[in-house]
Antibody, heavy 123, light 107 residues
């Protein structure tokens, strides 16, 4: 079945970087964009950006520009999200999600999601 | 950025109740609207895509309606496994944005 499996929880100090992986299986990895969404404890969902594994094209939310890098390794069907200059406000669960696009349309949605990776930023 | 506003933020309901959750966009988004269910400690799960299309495997008691800026998620007969938080999300333009969530609790 289609599945995204993320790397394990991380604890980082302020100013450090974290790199979260998202391994895809059950579908053609290069046929679907991967997006990243984060959720602070008890809070809502915040979209961070997207990446196309086929073209390498990507786009980031303005607030993360300069701190986030999304990459992928198509040989192992894995996407990565690296966030640098971490601060306490970056403590959250980070999700990867596959985008499915409607046939003959631009409508699209997130399905499935990875299980989430908790990143804790603490001194 | 398109703002998504859900109402109510939380509700209490009993098993068997009909539940309706509203989602309003700050501008017209046609039917570029998706609904997700999230249970504690779990990732969101797609319920409805393109405003009214039921995702495969999702029970038929869930339905979505609306277009333009106003949308609704309805659960026709609430079941114990439906107690969760529900989010709407617009895919009309970037940045993608979500509603703040509606927590459905047991009365």
């Amino acid at each position: 079945q289609v599945q995204l499996v993320q790397s394990g929880a991380e604890v980082k100090k302020p100013g450090a970087s974290v790199k979260v992986s998202c391994k895809a299986s059950g579908y053609s990895f290069t046929s679907h964009d991967i997006n990243w969404v984060r959720q602070a404890t008890g809070q809502g969902l915040e979209w961070m950006g997207w990446m196309n594994p086929n073209t390498g094209n990507r786009g980031y939310v303005q607030k993360f520009q300069g701190r986030v890098t999304m990459t992928c390794n198509t040989s192992i069907n894995t996407a990565y999200m690296e966030l640098s200059s971490l601060r306490s406000e970056d403590t959250a669960v980070y999700y990867c999600a596959r985008v499915t696009v409607a046939v003959g349309d631009w409508m699209n949605w997130f399905d499935p999601w990875g299980q989430g990776t908790l990143v804790t930023v603490s001194s | 950025d398109i703002q998504m506003t859900q109402s109510p933020s939380s509700l209490s309901a009993s098993v068997g109740d009909r539940v309706t959750i509203a989602c309003r966009a700050s501008q017209s988004i046609s039917n570029y609207l998706n609904w997700y269910q999230q249970k504690p400690g779990k990732a969101p799960n797609l319920l409805i895509y393109a405003a009214s299309n039921l995702q495969s495997g999702v029970p038929s008691r869930f339905s979505g309606s609306g277009s333009g800026a106003d949308f609704t998620l309805t659960i026709s007969s609430l079941q114990p496994e439906d107690f969760a938080t529900y989010f709407c999300e617009q895919s009309f333009s970037t940045p993608r944005t979500f509603g703040q969530g509606t927590k459905v609790e047991i009365k």
